[in-house]
Each structure stands twice: as C-alpha cells, then as structure tokens.
C-alpha cells in the first residue's frame, strides 16, 4: 500500500532530481561563487609531503557497507580522496587504506587500482596497501590503531561511516603527533572526533558529502551540492508550516 | 563495451528499478526490488570471501617482515584460519549449540565490550586535550555540558538532572535530527548522481 510516507519520500528524490538536472545544465561550462570545505583541501598536500619525506599516509574509511544504509557515505568519503589517491598514484607513494567491511574493502581497492590504470601505469599497484582490517568496529579501529604506531606513518585521514570507536584511532594519532583530519556523519562518531580535531580538520555531517566538489571542482559534484542545499530549504519549510499548522489546532500526519 | 557503457546501464536500470520498487510497494514492482537487494547482498558474501583472503595475505606479509606488531600478526592469522576452519567443521550444528557460537558469545563479545569501554577513556583524555587549547570555545563548550550531563545523573542533584534532561531533550535532540536530516540528504543526493549515471564510482570514466 502506498502511504503518505511513500509520497513525501518520492516527491523529495524527484525534487532532488529535476534540481540536479537543471543545476547540472546551467553550470555545466562555468562555475559560479561557491562556499568552501577546508578538510579535503589539504589532503592532497599530504601526498606531497609523503612523497618529501617518506612518510606514510593512513586512510580509515570506517565500516559502511556498500550494500547497507552508509553506502553512500563510503561512496562519499572516496569522492572526497579522489584528489589523494590521483596524486599518491602519481608520485607512487600510495596510502594504508583500511577499512571495517568487506564490500567497502573491494570498492576501495579498484578505487586506487584505477587511479594507477589512468595513469597507464597499473602494474606498479600493490593491493595489499588496501587492507580489509576487522568485521567489528571497535576491532577494526583498534586494529588500526596499531598501525599508526608503525614506523613512518605521518597523516592519519578518518573518511565515512564509524562509531564512537573512532576515537581509539584519533587518540592513537595524537599521541604521536600525527596531521590528522576526519569527516563522518553520526552523532556518536562526531561526538568523538570533535574534542580531537579542530574546524579545519573535521567535516561534519552532510559536509562529508562536499568532498568530490571540493576536490575536483567538477559541476556535477557542485549540483549535487546545491541541490542538496535547495532541498534543505525545502525540508525547513515543511517543518516551519507544520508547527504552525499545529498551533493552530491543525493536526497533521 | 563491457568496461564502460553495461556496468554503467546496469547501474542505472538497477537503481531505477530498486527506487521504483520501494516508492510503489507493489507486486512485482516491490518483488523485484527485494530480488535485486537480495542479489547485491550474496555479491557481498563472495565480498567477504575476498576481503578474508587479503586479510590472511596482509598479515603473512607482516609476520615475514618481522616488525614490531608480527606477535599481533601472528594472533590475528591463526585465529582466522582457526575461525574458519572450526566454522566449516560445525556446519550441520544449530547456530546455538555450536563451538563458533560459544567462541563469539565468551570471547569475541566480551572483548569488544572491553575495546568499547576503552573508549570511554579515550573519549575523556580527547577532551583533556581539548581544554588545552583555549583558543577553541566550541571544544569547552562541549566538555563543559558533558560535564554537567554527567553530574546530572547523580540522584540527589535535582535542579541539574532537570537542566541536564531539558539539554539532552531539546537542544542535543534538535541538534542530532539537524545532522541526520542533512546527511540523508547529502545521502539521496550522492544516490541520485549514480543512478543518473553522472558520477560512476564503478566504472573507468
């Protein structure tokens, strides 16, 4: 049976999908004025860094499932490195990708396999740089932890989904004085995170989401956004009418 | 071809029909979706297979090396292979019975709830740092009502158990369903550009 839930869910992706069509079109050659997300900009020069010194970069893309509800947040958090991985290909100083879920592992690792490919250089990937660490969460982060601790890893990035137990992997980071940076989107992982990193170096919530556009600037990233931004707006007036439909005696729902 | 154009057409059909199918949930548009769901999660079995390979690969390699963590490389081996092995040998046990049962009630459990309490300690000594940098006002908010919400438990201590609900109540509530309500968005959005077939996180392009 089709219920009102059915309706407003629909009208929503359909509002998001016309918004992002007409976003795409009028800003597909130039892109106008748009607001900034400081963590994923430095990421690349850590690749930079890596290269100089010969420091390692750790990447922690959490336990969302690619067949679960943090699909998307995975696919998110991987938009958001592409810059890293280009660059890491680029200089052959690729990153320790861990993650907490076996479909993520396989998404992660053709991710930086292709990043080698589109440089025609595919043969010099090593997978065992993308590493499948734990089934469980907080074995996963404290399995990853240890690794922090492994001679030569200089920049710590935390990107998708994770629980509170994030925070065993940014301790074990500041501990030894790592760069660090992160971006999730629960209130139990940020809740974590927040005491640990600084504004810059944290992206909260649907900020995790900006990542692709950040990095590459590409308009498709960019409508995505702004029709994330038009369906806020949407969102807050609906709940703006329904208060004061309720006030007023009207019972809604 | 087969690299390019079909995992894109898949993609798009796939996504158009499981979206169809949870948007009008009826016959065969809702049995169709759940076939296809259904599909994606043995494809992440075979998923789990792969990733409990590069496990064993990963730390073989570690333990060859001989570094400082190859005593935890060594554990994290055997136990998988113990794991499976002992897995495949209770096959036609019930799930309650069997020792892989006993193994993740008395030993995997316990020890992740010991991990999670952990973090509580890490969580507190994350917010010790944080006063240290007074520059930040946002982090001495945070450990300030943390605190009080901490206080607030205590019996006895009424008038901040009431401020401490009213905070967890309204503001934090407010505060978390404001996140939540934005990453779905951020999460429809994300889906959106795929099924569109705009951005193919599964192809070369």
Redesign the interface.
């Known amino acids: 049976?089709?219920t009102i839930s059915?309706l407003i869910?629909?009208s929503?992706?359909l509002i998001?999908?016309v918004a992002?069509?007409l976003y795409?079109i009028r800003y597909r050659d130039r892109l106008p004025e748009a607001r900034q997300f400081p963590v994923f900009r430095p990421l690349g020069h850590e690749v930079g860094k890596a290269a100089e010194e010969g420091a390692l970069i750790h990447i922690a893309l959490g336990n969302g499932?690619?067949?679960g509800e943090n699909a998307?947040?995975s696919?998110?958090a991987?938009?958001g490195l592409t810059a890293l991985c280009d660059l890491s290909a680029a200089y052959d100083t690729p990153p320790i990708i861990t993650t907490g879920d076996?479909?993520l592992?396989?998404?992660a690792?053709d991710?930086m396999r292709?990043a080698y490919?589109?440089l025609g250089n595919a043969q010099r990937y090593r997978?065992?740089l993308?590493?499948?660490?734990a089934?469980?969460p907080?074995?996963y982060?404290?399995?990853a932890a240890?690794y922090l601790?492994?001679?030569g890893v200089g920049s710590n990035i935390m990107l998708g989904a994770f629980g509170?137990?994030v925070?065993?992997l940014?301790?074990a980071a500041?501990r030894r004085g790592t760069f660090c940076a992160g971006g999730t989107?629960s209130?139990e992982s940020?809740?974590?995170l927040?005491?640990?990193l600084?504004?810059s170096q944290l992206a909260?919530?649907?900020e995790?989401?900006a990542g692709?556009a950040e990095v590459s600037d590409h308009p498709?990233?960019w409508?995505?956004?702004w029709?994330?931004d038009l369906?806020?707006w949407i969102?807050i007036g609906g709940m703006i009418i329904i208060a004061l439909l309720q006030v007023l005696g009207i019972k809604v729902g | 071809m087969f690299k390019r154009i079909l995992p894109t057409a898949l993609a798009i059909g796939i996504g158009i029909l499981v979206?169809i199918g949870?948007?009008?949930?009826?016959s065969p548009l809702r049995d169709v979706s759940l076939w296809l769901i259904q599909w994606?999660?043995i494809?992440?079995i075979f998923?789990?297979?792969?990733?409990?390979l590069?496990?064993i690969?990963?730390h073989l390699?570690r333990v060859g090396r001989k570094?400082?963590?190859q005593i935890?490389s060594i554990l994290?081996v055997a136990s998988a292979v113990a794991s499976i092995a002992i897995i495949i040998l209770q096959y036609s046990q019930t799930r309650e019975s069997s020792f892989s049962s006993q193994l993740l009630h008395n030993f995997?459990v316990p020890?992740?709830s010991a991990?999670?309490g952990?973090?509580a300690i890490?969580?507190t000594?994350?917010?010790m740092?944080?006063l240290q940098?007074p520059q930040?006002i946002?982090?001495l908010v945070?450990?300030g009502i943390a605190t009080l919400i901490l206080i607030g438990t205590v019996p006895y201590l009424s008038p901040l158990g009431s401020i401490a609900a009213w905070i967890q109540a309204i503001p934090a509530t407010g505060?978390?369903r404001g996140?939540?309500?934005?990453?779905a968005?951020?999460?429809?959005?994300?889906?959106?550009?795929?099924i569109?077939g705009?951005?193919r996180?599964h192809s070369?392009d």
């Open positions: 049976m089709i059915h869910g629909f929503i992706v998001g999908a992002l069509a795409g499932a690619v067949t998307m947040v696919v998110a991987l938009e076996p479909t592992y396989i998404l690792d991710w292709r490919a589109r997978p065992t993308v590493q499948f660490t089934a469980t907080a074995a982060a404290a399995i240890t601790y492994e001679k509170q137990e925070s065993l940014s301790e500041n989107t209130p940020l809740g974590a927040y005491p640990a600084n504004s909260i919530g649907e995790l989401f692709g498709t990233y409508a995505g956004l029709s994330q369906l806020r969102v | 979206l949870i948007f009008i949930p009826v994606a999660l494809v992440g998923a789990l297979f792969l990733a409990f590069n496990l690969r990963v390699a570094g400082k963590n935890t994290i995997l020890g992740e991990l999670l952990l973090t890490t969580l000594l994350a917010g740092r944080a940098t930040r946002g982090p945070f450990i505060g978390m996140i939540l309500i934005g990453v968005l951020g999460t429809t959005l994300t889906g959106l550009r795929i569109f705009t951005t996180p070369d």
